[in-house]
């Protein structure tokens, strides 16, 4: 498990599907703290982002991730199960971190806590 923790660990960690927070104020008060859906990648570190009507470039500096309520889906975006989607079972505030069970990949079924930077929210 540390193996394959270390193999999936990367610097970049933005994919399609997942909705996630803009935390720059660079793009005006409108878009700060805007959430949006991830359309398609640029690069490793670059996406385009869906906010209402509007498609902006975004690098992943300027965006987080975004935890849901208890019971939605969630993608695991770095780490060990990098790829896999989730159902989110509970949230640990004081350890920073969701507890997930896994909905797809090899490990579907088994129950993991991860950061709350390395699972974000599916676009519905």
């Not at 490793?44 to 992943?60: G, M």
Request: aromatic share 6%.
């Amino acid at each position: 498990e540390r193996r394959k923790e270390k193999a999936n660990r990367k610097d970049y960690w933005l994919c399609p599907g997942i909705v996630v927070k803009i935390v720059t104020k660079k793009l005006g008060e409108d878009y700060y703290k805007a959430k949006g859906t991830v359309r398609e990648l640029v690069d490793d570190y670059t996406a385009k982002v869906k906010v209402d009507d509007v498609v902006l470039k975004l690098d992943q500096a300027h965006v987080e991730t975004v935890i849901p309520q208890v019971g939605r889906e969630m993608m695991i975006v770095n780490g060990a199960y990098r790829g896999s989607k989730a159902t989110l079972l509970e949230i640990d505030q004081e350890a920073f971190a969701v507890h997930l069970k896994l909905s797809s990949g090899l490990c579907k079924g088994r129950e993991i806590t991860v950061p709350y930077e390395d699972a974000s929210k599916l676009a519905a």
